[in-house]
């Protein structure tokens, strides 16, 4: 099997203990990674802050930051091919999509190092003659950044690239889940000529690893990306280093569609919505909305094209639905199924698990209209599985579409413009595609309301979510202060 270390200080070394992944292609092991425990998380924390006070980093300008970053992105996109083949095979996701969002990270490396010295302060017209007043925007310190299986080479980019062209430094929890993609990301970043303890990279699980890092009294800030019940104990633990925190968490997304639009696309988008990824992403489009007057044609187009979906290994560029990346979710997925079915949601396609070995599951569609709070409506499934619901007019549109406790992402698809710009602002949440789904770039913040987390990442939001701004009094009179006893 192969070994895989952790990144602590500028070298490579072993955990305190080793754990086996499993291919969710077939649920055998098939490497050894490094468990962090305590004593490791400590050492990574102190490392970092060593790093973030060191005249190396600390005085190094925002433009040297910038082209170290360039570095990276160069050493990323050249590596892409190599991070690829691991997430597959650690994670279950398809060659086809890794192959093509790890090219793309590099993209995010390089928006944020041209990003870097594009931080300003600002100029303030105070109210005293003789005070002249500006703002500095800082690095607010060592970030603990955790991020999941699923994505992690993109999600721990949007946490990473804004952190260090902050000036921060950052100790990076992968998931326990799939690490194999961020402990070979340490090898590339070693490369990029950073200062030894910049970043770290650890991975363990949850009392002796994240919760000793969240909790750390040395970490200013946490950068989240996971499910809603994960994030309450990261606010719990930032209660004991009064650390600031941004979650990127899970989704149940609206994806709506009216009688006018182009049925085809839609059907399509609705596709890479929900079975892209097997479903395996936090903006899955998992709650179709469609107006009555279309909802046979579209549910028999959208049948078809999940029936003929191609599942297979995820390293064959044929595939376009792999595993699951763990049984647990294959599990999570037949419990909510059984669930909504026996309170009457009606299984359209698919439903249960694929024979064989692996964590496979098809693509299913749940015709939920008569049970609009079934369970299947309401939960993340993090898997290939679609809620669909019906609506009359615009009106029930938006309230079955804000009918959720989360709001990350939707969609909207309409011929009609001035129908989409009401729908924009009506909709609460951190998305809106309209008549296309599941686009990012570095250029576009994301992030959602409600139990889908707070804060931003992606865009100059998230360079000063890792800032704090102070503020500079400078008096320029030559008279001597008058009266000490009244503020000036």
Known sequence: MQQFQQYIDGAFEDGSARFESLDPANGRPWALMPEARADDVNRAVETAERAFFNPEWANMTATQRGKLLIRLSELVADAAPRLAELETRDTGKIIRETSAQIAYVAEYYRYYAGLADKIQGAHLPIDKPDMDVWLRREPVGVVAAVVPWNSQLFLS???????????????LKASEEGPAPMLEFAKIFDQAGFPKGVLNIVTGFGPDCGSVLTSHPKIAHVAFTGGPATARHIVRNSAENLASTSLELGGKSPFIVFEDADIESAVNAQVSG??????????????LVVQRSIKDEFLSRLKEKAENVVIGAPDDMATEVGPLCTEKQREHALDLISRSTHMGAKLVTGGAACEGEGFYFPPTILDCTAVPDAPCVTTEFFGPVLSVLDFEDEAEAIEIANTTQFGLASGIFTRDLTRAHRMIR???????????????????????????GYGREGGIDAALEYTKIKSVWLRTSDDPIPDPFVMR
């Open 157 to 171: 980019a949007v946490k990473i690239g804004p952190a260090l062209a902050a000036g921060c430094t950052v100790v």
């Open 426 to 452: 009506a909709i609460r949440a951190g998305i809106v595609w309209v008549n296309t789904y599941r686009a990012v770039s570095p250029i576009a913040p994301f992030g959602g309301h409600g139990l889908s």
């Open 274 to 287: 929900i079975f892209a990824a097997t479903g395996q992403s936090c903006v899955a489009g998992s709650r």
